[in-house]
């Protein structure tokens, strides 16, 4: 036989649901309030029932204490129990439901009691302060046992005290009245603790709908993975609430918008200042894959909003990607003019061999000088009047492009730019796109010209980049540098709208500016302004050191 399974035992502990403990907490503190109020009420409600019993008594002492009768009694008869004060003292107990009214002289004996044997005899309780002319309340026992008290003076005609008069209200009575409000205030507990359950219970379903009726450690759990994967992430990821204040930065987040923990309670325009990068954050621009410059950095960013009325947007780092096309770009373009140059150099080729076929050898050599002069005489003209290499290559390169494109590329005679650069590739960057969009925007059209000027004014360079295109509207100065806007078709691997941007931007980043107008004659002309874009010029030696050192050494 299989052994019997053991017994499961009871476990008792809080439910696990975030709604089953949210509304168990709930009616346990509206149970434990109404109790508490409950106790609160009946308390003072004790005390009261015994002062408005006390206060009874003294009235009903009061007014026994004045009525005339009473007091000619106590001077006139003696106590019995069919005297005077015994039944005037009867009929106002009945009339006002007191358990006793006891009449008594200055020697403590008793003129009226309940229990007629009583009359006569000393009372079992001191009068002592009644007789002294005070009024006293009290909830005291004596022979007929406990009872709330009214002591008053007894006094004659001339205000002279001739005894007492002492009243009792049965203290049961008294405590009946508590016992029999005890229902109607728990009926209004009971009705409380009813609604204040049926909040809990709202209240519970609400948080179950918002919590999606997990458990607290579920929560808990959902909570660090959150966390992790924040951190964790290569994407930066930006929460925002129903303000459109900024409640949550990822790390990379951090890194990519260059801001600290400060940022967290602030709107985008606070945290970031003006620009694309907030527009985005706060939803004044709209679409998917947004691209915006945000430093040196070209991001992407994408805006989604919740449930909540908030948003969360993720950014993604394309700097390399973008670098690596334009990389891409230029390659592709450098191997059109490769390619070009390569039918160029097959004819160049075929033409000298017939010539040497044709035994022309003094027309070879000519040609073969214009061909190598043309070339020489390019790379000449820009190094002449820019003396550093990167720059100089850079325009090199261009005119050669340019040329295969039907372009002419010119560099102004106005140029000089000498070899004292801080941030040469910045500069490069910026002659590169000037030159590249100037390129897009004449090529195919008659007599296509590009001409670039770059000269320096002390420490200052200012650069021109003039081209014969179409030129741009006025209404679109300010627009062609904003992030993402562009006229042109995007390649497939890679967005437009991001060059000029990143012209303006190093421009404003060396304390420059970057603008664009209407050239003379038709078409654009882009002006970039670097201030302390050159170092200071080296100090020339000294003549006179120099004569005394060539003396120095004639002498030896």
Do not use: C
């Amino acid at each position: 036989m299989s052994p019997t399974p053991p017994a499961r035992r009871l476990r008792l502990g809080l439910p696990k649901r975030v709604f089953s403990q949210v509304l168990l907490m709930q009616v346990a503190i509206a149970a434990g309030v109404a109790v508490l109020a409950t106790g609160l009420f009946l308390a003072p409600l004790s005390k009261q029932l015994d002062e408005e019993a006390m206060r009874q008594a003294l009235a009903i002492a009061e007014t026994t204490a004045q009525n005339p009768q009473i007091a000619e009694g106590v001077l006139h008869t003696p106590p019995t129990r069919d005297g005077p004060v015994q039944k005037e003292a009867e009929r106002i107990r009945r009339a006002t439901h007191a358990e006793y009214i006891v009449v008594l002289d200055r020697n403590k004996v008793r003129w009226s009691h309940p229990t007629a044997s009583e009359i006569g005899n000393i009372v079992s309780t001191s009068p002592r302060e009644a007789l002294a002319g005070k009024e006293v309340m009290e909830i005291d026992s004596g022979t007929l046992g406990r009872s709330a008290r009214g002591k008053v003076p007894l006094r004659d005609s001339h205000g002279k005290i001739i005894g007492a008069v002492s009243v009792g209200i049965k203290y049961d009575s008294v405590r009946a009245d508590l016992i029999g409000a005890i229902p109607g205030l728990l009926a209004y507990a009971g009705g409380a603790l009813a609604v204040g359950a049926l909040a809990a219970w709202l209240i519970s379903r609400r948080v179950q709908r918002q919590t999606r009726d997990l458990a607290f450690s579920d929560i808990s759990a959902l909570l660090a993975e959150r966390e992790a994967m924040l951190h964790g992430i290569r994407e930066g990821v930006v929460a925002l609430d129903r303000a459109g204040r900024i409640r949550l930065l990822n790390d990379e987040a951090h890194r990519l918008l260059s801001i600290d923990g400060d940022a967290v309670g602030r709107s985008p325009d606070e945290a970031l200042g003006e620009g694309r990068t907030a527009d985005i954050l706060a939803g004044r621009v709209t679409g998917t894959d947004l691209l915006t410059v945000r430093g040196q950095r070209v991001l992407v960013a994408n805006r989604m909003p919740t449930d909540d009325g908030g948003a969360v947007a993720t950014l993604r780092d394309r700097t390399e990607l973008e670098q690596l096309g334009r990389e891409l770009d230029s390659t592709r373009g450098l191997i059109d003019a490769l390619r070009a140059q390569d039918h160029e150099h097959a004819n160049r080729m075929h033409t000298l061999l017939g010539l040497l076929e044709l035994e022309m050898y003094d027309d070879a050599v000519e040609f073969v000088g214009e061909v190598v002069g043309d070339h020489r005489a390019t790379a000449e003209q820009v190094t002449e009047k820019i003396q550093d290499p990167l720059i100089a290559a850079l325009l090199v390169g261009k005119a050669t492009v340019a040329a295969e494109r039907g372009v002419a590329l010119w560099v102004s005679d106005r140029t000089r730019l000498p070899d004292r650069l801080i941030d040469p590739r910045g500069l490069v960057t910026i002659v590169g796109n000037l030159v590249d969009n100037a390129l897009d925007a004449v090529a195919g059209t008659l007599h296509a010209r590009v001409e670039v000027e770059l000269r320096t004014e002390g420490r200052t360079a200012v650069l021109r980049v003039r081209d014969t295109g179409p030129g741009i509207p006025a209404e679109q100065h300010e627009l062609i540098f904003t992030d993402g806007w562009s006229t042109k078709e995007p390649p497939a691997h890679r967005k437009r709208g991001i060059g000029l941007s990143m012209v303006r931007r190093l421009a404003e980043r060396q304390g420059g500016s970057a603008t664009v107008g209407e050239a003379d004659g038709g078409g654009a002309e882009f002006t970039v302004v670097l201030p302390e874009a050159l170092t200071e010029r080296a100090p020339e030696p000294a003549l006179t050191a120099t004569a005394d050192t060539t003396a120095k050494e004639e002498s030896r």
